[in-house]
Nanobody
Framework: QVQLVESGGGLVQPGGSLRLSCAVS????????IGWFRQAPGKRREAVSC????????FYENTVKGRFTISRDKAKNTAYLEMSYLRPEDTAVYYC???????????????????WGKGTLVTVSS
């Protein structure tokens, strides 16, 4: 059974950093493309970053380029999103996702997402 479980969210001050984790079960973390989405209150869910299967490339939404880094650790079967220089507008519920058909630049998931985590809340506020 496939499961994606996010952790690492919380309250952080503007300019601070946070690392989100996505523990994967039911498949190996580099079998599929892994992505991070976020949904702010009253807004649509948007793709923030993704990394392709195997040695796949990583992609980032424009507002997070240079601030966020996606990675994965096969030994821990976990994916990560390192977030730095956080801004109040980064406040959202962040979701981990997996896509069998890969991810690309724009749109990141043209063939959709197959598995979702339940999300973790990130609040950026002083």
């Amino acid at each position: 059974q496939v499961q994606l479980v996010e952790s690492g969210g919380g309250l952080v001050q503007p300019g601070g950093s946070l690392r989100l984790s996505c523990a994967v079960s039911g498949f190996t973390v580099d079998d599929y493309a892994i992505g991070w989405f976020r949904q702010a209150p009253g807004k649509r869910r948007e793709a923030v970053s993704c990394i392709g299967a195997g040695e796949g490339r990583d992609f980032y939404e424009n507002t997070v380029k240079g601030r966020f880094t996606i990675s994965r650790d096969k030994a821990k079967n976990t994916a990560y999103l390192e977030m730095s220089y956080l801004r109040p507008e980064d406040t959202a519920v962040y979701y981990c996702a997996a896509a069998v058909w890969g991810c690309y630049g724009d749109p990141m998931f043209p063939a959709g997402v197959d598995y979702w985590g339940k999300g973790t809340l990130v609040t950026v506020s002083s």
